[in-house]
């Protein structure tokens, strides 16, 4: 029995079923955490109505109030992005847009409601980008109260000006592999530590 | 007669007709230029159903080729944008990715098309974050071929963890008015220079 | 007795004794530590001859081993920065530059010699950056092995373009100081957990 | 008789004789800027002691004024600088710091001192980051004053987590060589249009 759950969104600008090469490398990520043992599902975000706002829910028809409570089900987050023109994507920024509002959601102890969770951000792009695109997501959800394990990325790009895509490649390079095992082990390893004894209230 | 045109897209995540502190700086901004005998329009980009993606035209529905005339047809860029978590707008980075197709449109003599067009960044938040802001719209912008003039950006925020709005502000400071002063003249004088004597073809 | 420890690298432009503003929020962070069980120490960059590079040593003359090994010692480090421009001072980007060379050192379980270690950035400037200075900060310690706790930062900046210090308010705004408290008690709750529980090795 | 200055400060940590991919790349871009009529000089900021700070002068040793003279002399700089953990070097940051203090220098005409001036820059790395380099120098430079023309970047880094220099390469690949081309050349359209109008004063 999976002792945690881990959520992967991700942020590709195309909608399923076609392919994505940050949909590949979200299942890279979350092979890992399951072979440590976490339950795992995803979903593309632009699949969804995600409406434009701050707020947590965003009134009739907004698909994110849905997604979110999956996000709160989830120990594990994982944000998978592709890079456009050296930044997350759009999609990346709108989620962060949304969990927002959550910076003034508290629990029972007064905690805000994303305290515990851990966070892992897994970065794809023809070239360049992949370290600023972690560091805007890792703020941005350290911000709203996630935690980011040792080494908590996992990211490919190719050569500069180049064209290639991650799901183009014939095989994962080693490097980039060890670094997907590492972030997912850290992770699991530190959402079982806080699951076990949470942060204290304030 | 105006000699220049200016378009300001603005990338509040609010529709129309609500208040926008990212309109208030636009037209503070589209003040200036006029002032400086350019003819101004803008939209707000939220209003157009713009589809997720990084062709030139995503498409059946997609309200990108119609904004993207209008780019074409003006001298100097405007974008304004709020700040969300320390970065643009969704709404302004998804704008850079439906740019990002023009790196491979050339004009007749082989120039992309967006040389010789000017860009002026201006930014609004409650706190924290128009550098950044400028940083990543501005090196998008020079990317896709947008020229930026001496000090060509101009923006508001509040002390550190404040919630004031800058449409909520007496009156605009007398530094950020200068600012949003001096980036239109540069903007104007520049966007003169390059419409007489264009980028030479490569 | 203290059963963490925890070291402060200010990262100001400014040599001791002048008054430092990134020297008087380091001492608000570690007074909030040291409330909550850690011993402290804290060493302003500038004063010491760090020498240019990305070795463990640079050679004759380098102060960095020295300061290497107090962050070694240490279980929670404190980085403290102005900001310049925007962006982390120099004095900061260097001392991330020398961590840089741990990302091949590892310990006797094949772990980078930094897991394990907790990380907490705090900003000061007249305007602006706070956020940016974070995001660089914290994605370069992550990448050397740092944990980043929930809400692991703290700030101040004041209104745009304005040119007051830290040092210089009357008083610490509640939400600053809290912020303060915030980031300290979540770094030591996660310091003593992985203390207790490191991460395994790969 | 060459019609333009262009100046280039080599931000590696390295100091001389050692050779230097920030340098070769910078000799990249002056040999363009030289096919267009640019008289060009360079220098590589760690052999000089530039003092921490942020005045024009932070006295007694200080290099910086020295660099500042040549600065003021040229029509175009060129910061070529390495990137490390996904930033430019710290000695490109303290260039930035250190002309910090021009925002606040005039001349007769009331205009910041650098104003008219244009900037290219000029990254290397081993892999990941340059989008990030550009947008953080190119930001603090036009804050000062400074022009960005269109494309005014070029950039070489190798595919994620490899370890090749610029200077290892067999040769330029095509796109580089093309870009690099492309930003000299539009560097020196503009400086030549700035030089014969400069923008107004306020």
């Known amino acids: ?37 976490a339950a795992t ?7 969804h109505n995600v409406m434009p706002g701050v ?4 009134g009739d ?18 944000i ?5 023109m ?11 847009e949304r ?10 102890a007064g905690r805000p409601v994303m305290y515990g969770k851990v966070a892992v951000v897994a970065v794809v792009g023809n070239e360049d980008g992949a370290h600023n695109t972690f560091a805007d997501i890792q703020q941005a959800l350290n911000d709203v109260g996630f ?9 490919w790009v190719g050569e500069a000006m180049q064209t290639v895509d991650y799901q183009d490649l014939d095989s994962v390079p080693e490097k980039v592999a060890s670094a997907t095992a590492g972030a997912a082990q850290n992770a699991v390893h530190l959402a079982r530590l806080l699951k076990k004894e949470p942060y204290p209230a304030g």
Chains 1, 2, 3, 4 share one sequence.
């Open 99 to 108: 969990l927002d509002a959550d910076l003034a959601e508290t629990d029972d």
């Open 80 to 84: 998978a992005t592709p890079i456009w």
């Open 147 to 155: 935690t980011t394990p040792a080494q908590g990325n996992t990211y």
């Open 1 to 37: 029995m999976a002792d945690l759950t881990a959520l992967a969104l991700i942020c590709s600008l195309t909608p399923s079923p076609a392919p994505s090469s940050s949909e590949l490398m979200a299942q890279h990520v979350l092979k890992e955490l399951e072979d440590h043992g």
């Open 61 to 78: 028809g907004d698909a994110w109030p849905g997604i979110r409570e999956q996000i709160l089900a989830a120990d594990i987050l994982v």
């Open 86 to 96: 050296g930044h997350p994507s759009s999609i990346a920024q709108q989620v962060i």
């Open 55 to 58: 707020q947590v829910d965003m």
């Open 41 to 47: 599902s995803s979903l593309r975000v632009v699949d």
